[in-house]
């Protein structure tokens, strides 16, 4: 889920009454890698989190926090709402005008963060927390910002969906850096293992740890309805024990309700080993099509034979697969 690091930050400082100063991307320029909502947030002792572009008006926003707070050294009562506009084609006409950002334009909000002008702030973090949908409206003159809509001032709503989960089979080395790299992405990651010896929190901090045998944890997820189209299967078990009744709960269509199944499903493994696997669950029925889903030897192709370098590409084809990309180095795809 977009800003959960931001969010978390701001509540830290918000149950302890600290005052924050968010800023808010309401437009920005086409193919922007901070769309609209995304967040950045400073607090009086001069540290931020988050960012709302490429690094072209970081600076610029940390200045105009400094000096909100040093216009209101008490209290954020009296400060509602800026709207602020980085014009790249403006700023090369003007050298007083706010720099753009690298090109095109971007309309930020920057807005406090208190429990005064945000009352329900505990409240989204509960829902978020729980994996639930959320919406909230920032005021763009108050300031103020609510769960609910209120009267027809002009409001920024902002979305905040589930984060996608990934459900991490096996706990090996692999397993906890692919956890580790996976949460700050924004993932909701459980790992799943019925060896109690392994899954210690230590060596998974931020996972959900869950003591069972993957098929029959993955089945009763399925069951309840927490397994969606964008829920990411990745079997490092190496065992076959494990990896077969997992992989054929996981890729048996005749068990998913419609757009439920998960389109990624990926195993760890020699490319033998994987051809085996293949052959393996044809046997146990399943339908061409179904093991053609397989993603094994999971991960993209990147050369290196280390642990780390193998979390990387995992997660990398993860990433490439749920967001449509080609995989493929950058300056391949130049026009």
Aim: aromatic share 8%; glycine share 8%; hydrophobic share 40%.
């Amino acid at each position: 889920m977009r800003n959960r690091a931001v969010l978390q930050w701001i509540y830290d400082r918000y149950r302890y009454n600290m005052d924050v100063v968010a800023v808010t991307v309401l437009d920005t320029f086409d193919r922007s890698p901070y769309p609209a909502g995304s967040m950045m947030a400073f607090d009086r002792s001069e540290r931020f989190e988050g960012s709302v572009s490429s690094g072209c008006v970081e600076a610029d926003l940390y200045e105009r926090a400094h000096a909100v707070f040093g216009e209101h050294p008490d209290t954020l009562a009296g400060f509602g709402c800026q709207i602020i506009d980085f014009d790249a084609d403006l700023s090369a006409r003007d050298p007083f005008a706010p720099p753009g950002p690298c090109r095109g334009t971007l309309r930020v909000a920057m807005h406090p963060v208190t429990p005064q002008q945000f009352p329900e702030l505990a409240t989204l973090m509960s829902v978020v927390q729980q994996g639930r949908p959320a919406t909230t409206f920032l005021n763009l003159r108050t300031g103020q910002t609510s769960l609910m809509r209120g009267d027809d001032a002009p409001v920024f709503r902002a979305d905040y969906e589930p984060s996608p989960r990934m459900l991490i089979f096996g706990i090996s080395d692999i397993a906890t850096g692919l956890a580790a790299l996976a949460l700050p992405l924004g993932y909701a990651v459980t790992v799943c293992d019925p060896r109690p010896a392994f899954l210690q929190e230590e060596r998974f901090p931020g996972a959900d740890l869950v003591r069972d045998w993957p098929d029959r944890y993955l089945c009763q997820e399925r069951k309840t309805g927490r397994v969606h189209a964008d829920t990411a299967i990745v079997d490092l078990t190496h065992d076959d024990r494990f990896s077969i009744p997992l992989l054929i709960e996981a890729l048996d269509s005749r068990l998913w309700a419609e757009d439920t199944q998960p389109t990624f499903v990926g195993a760890l493994g020699s490319r033998t080993r994987s051809l085996n696997r293949r052959h393996a669950l044809r046997r146990h029925g399943l339908a061409p099509a179904d093991v053609s889903r397989l993603q094994a030897p999971i991960g993209l192709d990147l050369g290196g034979r280390e642990a780390p370098h193998i979390t990387l590409s995992i997660l990398a084809h993860v990433v490439a697969a749920n967001e449509g990309g080609s995989g493929l180095p950058r300056c391949q795809l130049v026009d």
